[in-house]
């Protein structure tokens, strides 16, 4: 695969890294900085500090805890990513992100952003260190 200019979502619905310029990624030469951003978990953090039952009724169902912070989150990275495409930022998109993210995430794309996406995996990436994450990135991309 090669495009101008290839970027890619890794995330695991909580927390999103947006690695950028792939195709640049060579030898000693510093990686560009990535976009970091984080889900805003209002819903979980009302969990964190009650009674130890409350905590293992949060750890029991991550799913249902976690859904109702999940969809403004998608929203926003499809947001920035958009915004990034309409600058000129980007011209393809590699997704990583288990596949109910990647869905939430897909369903606040606009149409022209789903058009770069030539690459979706249902890794989950993000508790890698930077390095390793651009290079399983890259790898699966080439």
Do not use: C, N
């Amino acid at each position: 695969m090669s495009a101008e200019h290839v970027w890619a979502l890794v995330t695991d619905g909580m927390r999103a890294h947006i690695l950028r310029d792939l195709e640049g990624d060579q030898g000693d030469d510093p990686a560009p900085m990535d976009l970091v951003m984080r889900a805003h978990s209002d819903r979980l953090r009302s969990y964190i500090g009650r009674p130890q039952d409350a905590a293992q009724d949060a750890l029991s169902a991550p799913r249902e805890i976690l859904q109702p912070d999940l969809d403004p989150f998608a929203a926003e990275i499809a947001a920035e990513l958009d915004r990034h495409r309409l600058a000129g930022d980007f011209d393809t998109l590699a997704v990583f992100a288990p596949e109910a993210v990647a869905r939430a995430i897909t369903r606040h794309m606009t149409p022209g952003l789903l058009s770069t996406i030539f690459l979706e995996r249902p890794a989950i990436l993000v508790s890698t260190d930077e390095k390793a994450m651009r290079q399983a990135v890259r790898s699966a991309i080439w």
